[in-house]
């Protein structure tokens, strides 16, 4: 790869050396290169994973599925966890703040040969999510998240069980360690965790020491690093910063799904190729499309496909000048186009005014009930004239503060006051008959 490719904190990187990194054991499955798709709601679909494990080998993780749904049976979920014929391992990430339909949506999935890993989400920061209790707010209760964890791995039987999670809440309330314990004691395959808070969302830059200090607690189980993973050399920066096992790619690859063909190359210790030009990545683009329509059909393919489209495109430059011609020839077809309008305007038939066509209708119909209210005219005010109906608001205005001066002044009161002070008031006895 030319330097030009690569960022200036790798220049100094080496490349892996034989045995140097191992890979991931997940019970039965062994991971090599040791990389993991991370679940991105919306985004890691089967079509986009297919695109990306065509580039390089690894584990892909779906997005993210709601147990309850899911254990009910609901076609649109069963649509969500879908996977391709040719895709093997299945992996599928679950989300759930409920130990019941947690437990009942793996047995569902285990029960029915549909995965063969399953990954709770225990570090989604969106806040439509975690101000109900749920994604990264479930690692700040440890009995719920026990639980939970519990409940997924009773009824995974051999299928391995792994658990993503966030560093905390927030800098005050910081929580993987607590979640990295829980864990390791439950039985899950491996732990990942994301090195930033919840409420830093994507902004700044992960901090790879809570990944060290998380591999140093968690001694039984593999511990996987996510976050700021870029390049293939970022990677082996951070487990050999951080001694994790592995890595797990999130927003990096978006655009990007060649970037496993880098972190492959570099972890078999061979140099990485230069990314493909904007021809290359148009004929990427275009298959990957294809598969989104094969997945959901061609409109709500396309739909989908837009972000994709700008992520794919992201980096290269504009065009600076139009070429030679450019100009004349938007200028003809503009004149062109005019010249069309104007001969679809011949050939119809001359237009007549307004006025005379309501002339020929007659008068307007009416509904007999509605009251004809001539409506104050506004050109008036166009003309610097007052509008006549501000003139009757002053007029009113004027003679109730010249009635007012010249009668003694009442008490005023509202109108429930005094209907109130009435209803209070005794009535005055009826003269009796003599």
């Not at 080496?14 to 993991?36: M, N, T």
């Not at 059909?297 to 430059?317: I, L």
């Not at 070429?323 to 938007?330: I, L, S």
Request: hydrophobic fraction near 40%.
């Amino acid at each position: 790869m030319d330097e030009v490719y690569r960022n200036d904190t790798n220049r100094d990187v080496p490349l892996a050396q034989p045995g140097e990194f191992a890979p991931i054991q997940l019970g039965p499955l062994s991971v090599w290169p040791p990389v993991v798709l991370a679940p991105m709601a919306g985004v890691t679909n089967w079509p986009f994973r297919m695109m990306c494990r065509k580039f390089g080998a690894g584990l892909y993780v779906s997005e993210m599925i709601t147990a309850r749904p899911l254990a009910e049976g609901r076609d649109k979920t069963l649509k969500l966890a879908d996977f391709h014929p040719d895709e093997s391992p299945r992996s599928l990430q679950l989300y759930g703040v409920d130990p019941y339909y947690v437990g009942e949506a793996v047995k569902r999935l285990v029960g029915e040969g549909h995965v063969d890993h399953i990954d709770m989400n225990f570090g989604c920061p969106v806040p439509k999510v975690t101000r109900k209790g749920g994604g990264s707010a479930i690692p700040a209760r440890p009995a719920l998240l026990a639980a939970i964890v519990r409940a997924a791995v009773q009824n995974a039987g051999t299928v391995p069980v792994t658990i993503k999670f966030r560093s905390g809440v927030d800098d005050s309330l910081i929580t993987y360690r607590d979640a990295g314990r829980i864990g390791q004691e439950e039985g899950c395959a491996a732990v990942a965790l994301h090195a930033r808070t919840a409420a830093q969302l994507y902004d700044g830059e992960a901090n790879w020491e809570d990944i060290a200090d998380l591999k140093r607690l968690v001694t039984h189980i593999p511990v996987l690093g996510n976050g700021d993973i870029w390049e293939g050399h970022d990677a082996l920066r951070m487990m050999r910063l951080t001694g994790c096992d592995g890595v797990v790619v999130g927003r990096g690859c978006l655009g990007r799904p060649w970037l496993f063909a880098d972190l492959a190359a570099v972890f078999d210790g061979r140099e990485p190729e230069n990314p493909p030009d904007f021809g290359g990545v148009a004929a990427i683009m275009r298959e990957h499309a294809l598969l989104l329509i094969e997945c959901m059909g061609e409109v709500h393919a396309m739909r989908q496909f837009r972000r994709h489209a700008t992520w794919y495109t992201k980096g290269f430059p504009r065009q600076r000048s139009a070429p030679a011609g450019a100009h004349q020839r938007e200028h003809a077809g503009r004149a062109a186009r005019r010249a069309r309008v104007v001969r679809l305007e011949r050939a119809l038939p001359p237009r007549r005014h307004a006025r005379e066509a309501r002339q020929d209708l007659g008068p307007p119909a009416r509904h007999p009930a509605r009251r004809l209210v001539r409506r104050p005219e506004r050109r008036h005010a166009a003309h610097g004239h007052p509008h006549r109906a501000d003139v009757g608001r002053l007029t009113g205005a004027l003679t109730r503060s010249l009635t007012a001066r010249a009668a003694p002044r009442e008490r005023r009161t509202s109108r429930s006051n005094r209907a109130s002070s009435r209803r209070a008031r005794p009535r005055r006895p009826r003269a009796l008959p003599c």
